[in-house]
């Protein structure tokens, strides 16, 4: 039985006290014990962290750099072991399992070239009067530690972005990955601590949310990163005091399916947006705005194309949805179906469960707004179909929950495309996509209840970054 261990101070194989079991999420079959980090294991990595952050400071970005790449390459060299782990932890269809993979082999890359042309400016001091005679430079310098806290979804991809956006900008990093999908981002940051990072600037801490807490609210970090439910953001910020936050949070993303769009695109691209990952993306489609007029026409383009989606065993190369993460996570989203169905919604296909932790692809229409799935994120494989009649409809019906990470819109028009993309209350609008599509290299943040701050390599690394000022008051007489 393979055990996995803390990473303390850059120092692998630290056990704990506890262990917690990982089951197969398919077979439930045990694979492996995760060693559960004590409090002690975690101020040793505070300090370790701490100790370390000078020396990463005064590392050049080319080296920084040069890591990054080299990183790139060791992901790469546990490929299969990768989406193995994935596979087994999460239920991600083997497909998804290898695209996240090669997503970090590409993020820890696209960093490396990102930080190389991290820079700060200089201000145009001679626009005020009073500064006239000086020079002002500003610089980008590292924020300090971070701690990292991901989510099981994409385990991988999420802890690989974090981490190198934390350790490109010169910070030492506390990584606290899932619980309960612990293979793939611990076995990275074994890759990861080979290679010549400072010591302590590395540390991998698993438990739940004491070791979360300890971490934030420590005074040690500068910066928290964290991928997660809005309920759990509103824990941190009541413990973290004073630190920059990045809070990557829920969504109940909509994509509008306009009158001229093509609708055989759009049913066959939402197909993954609503069903990838078994519906477990915060991104991941949950209402589709249909217009009127073409609805008849989407509805049958779409519901058939759901119907003969893959479903079940994760293995399978030709598998679409797979499990959920968990029996109670499948037995709520199975309970909010039955309760939306009770209150008056159509089923158009689904709406079983099909054995343990799968939920069969499910459609409705005419869902009741009081009910949890038109109320809160489902997080699970289940769209529900909202019929408009104008845009500004679509736009209110769009902008009518507490969330606002991303959006989908489908439109074959580029002014109501800029249209839609000006009213939509969201991070991002993704013109002619589901709002699933998500790319590393541009800003990806949420607006209200979706959280703070921006991802994305460059971004990321922005946001591990403080500016610090310049200024020189020049003998001569020059005009700055």
């Known amino acids: 039985m393979r055990t996995i261990d803390n990473i303390i101070g850059s120092v692998p194989g630290v056990g704990g006290k506890e262990h917690v079991s990982l089951y197969h999420s398919y077979t439930g079959k045990q694979t492996a014990q995760v060693a559960l980090a004590t409090t002690e294991n975690v101020t040793s990595a505070l300090v370790a962290a701490d100790g370390a952050r000078a020396e990463l400071a005064n590392y050049p970005a080319h080296k920084r750099a040069t890591l990054l790449r080299q990183f790139s390459e060791r992901i790469e060299g546990q490929f299969q072991v990768l989406v193995d782990g994935i596979v087994a932890d999460v239920g991600k269809p083997r497909s998804e399992a290898q695209l996240e993979v090669h997503r970090s082999i590409e993020v820890a890359r696209l960093t490396a070239d990102a930080l190389l042309g991290l820079s700060g400016e200089v201000v145009a001091m001679g626009a005020s009067a009073s500064a006239a005679g000086k020079a002002g430079f500003e610089y980008r310098v590292p924020a300090g530690v971070v701690v990292a806290i991901t989510p099981f979804n994409a385990p991988l991809n999420l802890s690989v972005s974090k981490v190198v956006a934390a350790l490109g900008a010169g910070c030492p990093v506390i990584l606290k990955p899932p619980l309960n999908a612990a293979q793939a981002p611990t076995t990275a940051m074994r890759e990861l601590i080979q290679l010549d990072w400072p010591t302590g600037a590395i540390s991998v801490v698993q438990g739940g949310s004491d070791a979360g807490e300890q971490l934030v609210s420590s005074d040690i970090p500068r910066v928290v990163t964290f991928t997660g439910s809005l309920a759990a953001a509103q824990a941190i910020t009541k413990v973290s005091g004073v630190k920059k936050l990045v809070l990557e949070l829920g969504s109940m993303a909509p994509t509008i399916v306009c009158d001229d769009a093509d609708l055989d695109d759009a049913a066959n691209r939402l197909l993954r947006g609503g069903f990838g990952t078994a519906g477990q993306a915060c991104i991941a489609t949950q209402r589709v705005l249909v217009q009127e007029q073409v609805w008849d026409d989407f509805v049958a383009s779409y519901v058939p194309r759901v119907k003969d989606l893959c479903v079940g065993d994760p293995d399978n190369l030709n598998t679409v949805v797979g499990p959920m993460i968990d029996e109670d996570a499948a037995q709520r989203v199975h309970d909010w179906i039955q309760e939306a169905q009770a209150s008056g919604a159509s089923i158009l296909c689904g709406g079983d469960r099909l054995a343990p932790r799968i939920v069969e692809p499910t459609v409705l229409a005419n869902v009741p707004q009081n009910v949890k799935l038109a109320t809160r994120e489902v997080f699970g494989p289940v769209v529900e179909l909202i019929p408009f009649r104008t845009d500004q ?30 009213a939509l209350e969201f991070g991002g609008v993704q013109i002619n996509e589901s709002s699933r599509v998500r790319h590393d290299l541009h800003a990806f943040g949420g607006r209200k209840g979706s959280g703070l701050g921006s991802e994305g390599v460059k971004h990321a690394l922005e946001e ?13 007489d020059y005009p700055y």
Request: glycine letters at 6%; charged letters at 20%; a neutral charge.
């Open 393 to 422: 409809e679509a736009v209110d019906i769009s902008n009518s929950t507490p969330y606002g990470l991303q959006a989908g819109v489908f439109t074959s028009t580029i002014d109501r495309a800029f249209s839609f993309f000006t």
């Open 464 to 476: 591990m970054t403080e500016i610090k000022f310049m200024g020189v008051r020049l003998k001569a």
